[in-house]
């Protein structure tokens, strides 16, 4: 699984494919074809071909926040649609956290689920790698927004490093 933030107002609300349309999805979708989890490098709709494979992405929000950073009741309103995709999920092995926003929307998943002691030790930092109750592996990135791609924070390089690590850890 691919963790995002939430569905982008110019992308995916537009397009109906997560990271479809926008700028984070142009940076993402490229690795994920060269890592093997997509048919192409270009997403511009749900109907342009795309596959995915052993992959599902989704977000911890479920509607475009504004200024693109959801209020902590709207993270709470939608915890109930998290819990249930992650419960239809039965072969899930892995989670690639797209940002500090997914990775505390993990944890707050996993604690409603499984029960989860002191989080300070799953700290957020690109490339972290955890092990959660159940058995779940984590995998923290930068999110792939423009704000980290145009700046150098995250590179095509550092982004695809972590998804390979998950496809090997998926195995």
Not at 22 to 32: A, E, I, K, Q
Not at 72 to 79: M, R, T, V
Not at 128 to 151: C, D, F, I, M, R
Request: hydrophobic share 40%; net charge positive.
């Amino acid at each position: 699984m691919a963790l995002g933030l939430a569905p982008g107002a110019h992308g995916s609300n537009r397009t109906g494919r997560p990271f479809t349309g926008d700028g984070s999805g142009d940076f993402l979708y490229p690795v994920l074809y060269e890592a093997g989890f997509a048919s192409q490098p270009k997403a511009v709709s749900r109907d342009d071909g795309m596959k995915l494979t052993d992959l599902w992405i989704t977000a911890v929000a479920r509607c475009a926040p504004p200024g693109n950073k959801p209020a902590p009741d709207e993270l709470k309103n939608c915890a109930v649609w998290l819990d249930d995709e992650f419960a239809l999920l039965k072969n899930l092995r892995v989670v690639v956290c797209l940002g500090k926003i997914a990775f505390d929307g993990l944890l707050g998943h996993i604690a409603r689920v499984h029960g989860l002691g002191p989080r300070g030790e799953f700290q957020f930092g690109h490339g972290a790698e955890y092990e959660l109750p159940g058995g779940l592996k984590v995998l923290a990135s930068y999110h792939p927004s423009l704000q980290n791609t145009n700046t150098g924070k995250l590179t095509k390089a550092m982004f695809l490093e972590v998804f390979k690590r998950a496809r090997v850890l998926a195995m």
